[in-house]
């Protein structure tokens, strides 16, 4: 399946309330079949496990993504669901992440979980921090 194909599967999540129109949803996450593949992977277990998606203020440029494994959803996170993973986005990184790609990516001296955000204003030299605004 091709990324824009991906891109309109989880945009086209639609909701009706009575006596509107249809709105589409953007997708706060989607993930590449590399990420989805290496997820896999990852939570293999007999109890579930799940990704949370998070930002800290940390870094050169303000903002750097925190990853963590959890066993249980915390009350406000936004579940994204694709391809049989189930990754949480915190509540308080949703607006900072929304719209992002998430990609695994492999060389030879490192391996890691990426994020092409289009929120993102500048980086950091080093590529490890963020910001959001101008």
Do not use: W
């Amino acid at each position: 399946m091709s990324l824009s194909a991906i891109v309109k599967q989880a945009t086209s999540n639609a909701t009706k309330s009575s006596g509107s129109k249809l709105r589409l949803r953007k997708a706060p996450l989607v993930l590449t079949p590399s990420a989805v593949d290496r997820l896999k992977k990852l939570t293999k277990e007999d109890e579930p496990r799940f990704l949370r998606v998070g930002v800290k203020s940390k870094g050169c440029s303000g903002n750097s993504y925190m990853l963590e494994f959890t066993n249980k959803k915390d009350r406000f996170d936004e579940v994204v669901q694709q391809d049989g993973v189930t990754v949480l986005v915190d509540s308080k990184a949703l607006l900072t992440v929304l719209g992002s790609e998430m990609d695994y990516v492999e060389d030879k001296l490192s391996s890691q979980f990426v994020f092409h955000n289009p929120n993102v204003k500048e980086v950091c030299g080093c590529g490890a921090s963020f910001t959001t605004s101008s």
